[in-house]
């Protein structure tokens, strides 16, 4: 009786912790979460929300009492799984993340997560487009006014942008570039009505949050994966335009880390060309993995000088070491636009000798 008793009372306490977590609604979930974390990761979180997100949050958590282990785990293993389902549906769609959720969880499972997804979160602006062929893409958005090629490049990974923008007209490859460069925060209606205009051809897919893309980053990451004629092309059209943008766009475009991707021969023309002080600094601060580059294509006596330099320096200004990396990458695309060096592009073809 004892067992029986003991077994009832340990159910009774297991259901009504599974009823405690259904009646959580997001919002609470999300304050859970978030204390779970911690404070310092939180604080990052609530960098990337808006002020009424951050203010509905802040007062949920208010509100928190004690929450049983038990359903702080559930929480974390929900997210956990709705964070992968949405990285599925980012690499192959809906009907992808499905088939894998049904594989490793089950077909009901996959159902709930799916639906608590696209319910909640909902599904990225113009997810049917990036399933979609450059080729057939590229002839369908060409006509576009530019703000909207811009809009939809901004969403798509980054190889198929890079491709399409280097297939468009030149004459519009820099503006297009430039608006995907001054791109900040996408209004929902904006989004939509976009989305209106492509939905005689495409199914559509809309999202009620205010989403970010574009940016610096977003059109340096593109621009790295284009041809180096087209890239010339349009950093050439954003110099005349905004010579800032385009110094700004220059300076992300390689860095210093890239340096492992250069050959020994681009190496041993650019150790010519770089003054020891700046290589020294610039040194400073990266993995072994760039040092030891630099190392094996100098001699073993420079190689130890230079590592001597580095020991006895001592501290720099994080600002110094910075300038230092930028008159070296500065030199690289200079040697590369001489035709003296070349930078591995995706897209080109390989070069024999």
């Not at 405690?20 to 779970?36: H, M, T």
């Not at 996959?110 to 909640?120: E, G, H, K, P, V």
């Not at 909207?148 to 969403?155: K, M, P, R």
């Not at 004459?171 to 939509?192: E, F, G, H, K, Y």
Request: hydrophobic share 40%; net charge negative.
């Amino acid at each position: 009786m004892a067992d029986a008793k003991s077994k009832h009372s340990s159910s009774g306490g297991g259901s009504k912790k599974n009823k405690d977590f259904k009646n959580l609604n997001g919002r609470q979930k999300a304050a859970i979460f978030l204390v779970s974390l911690g404070s310092e990761l939180s604080s990052e979180i609530f960098k990337h929300l808006r002020e009424d997100e951050i203010e509905s949050l802040t007062f949920e958590i208010a509100r928190l009492e004690t929450v049983d282990s038990e359903v702080k785990d559930t929480i974390l293993e929900e997210f956990q799984e709705m964070m992968a389902a949405q990285n599925f549906i980012t690499n192959g769609g809906i009907d992808y993340a499905r088939e894998l959720l049904e594989k490793s969880l089950g077909s009901q499972k996959a159902i709930d997560i799916i639906n608590r997804l696209t319910s909640s979160l909902q599904v990225r602006p113009f997810d049917f487009i990036r399933r979609t062929d450059p080729t057939h893409l590229l002839n369908f958005i060409q006509q576009e006014h530019p703000q909207t090629i811009a809009l939809i490049l901004a969403y798509l990974e980054p190889p198929k942008a890079s491709q399409i923008l280097a297939s468009l007209p030149v004459n519009i490859q820099s503006d297009v570039a430039r608006r995907i460069a001054t791109m900040d925060r996408t209004s929902p209606d904006v989004l939509r009505e976009v989305e209106r205009v492509l939905e005689k051809k495409l199914s559509t897919l809309s999202s009620e949050d205010y989403t970010l893309a574009g940016g610096v980053e977003s059109i340096v990451e593109i621009l790295n994966l284009v041809d180096r004629s087209s890239e010339k092309s349009i950093i050439e059209s954003l110099e005349e335009e905004d010579a800032e943008l385009a110094e700004e766009i220059k300076k992300r475009m390689f860095v210093f880390e890239d340096i492992v991707l250069l050959d020994d021969r681009a190496i041993q023309r650019l150790l010519r060309e770089v003054d020891t002080q700046d290589l020294t600094k610039a040194l400073k601060s990266v993995d072994a993995e760039v040092q030891d580059k630099i190392y094996k294509n100098m001699s073993k006596r420079a190689a130890a000088m230079l590592k001597e330099d580095m020991e006895f320096m001592g501290p720099v200004r994080l600002k110094d070491v910075e300038d230092a990396q930028q008159k070296i990458v500065a030199a690289i695309r200079r040697l590369e636009d001489n035709g003296e060096i070349v930078i591995a592009r995706s897209g080109e073809d390989e070069m024999v000798v």
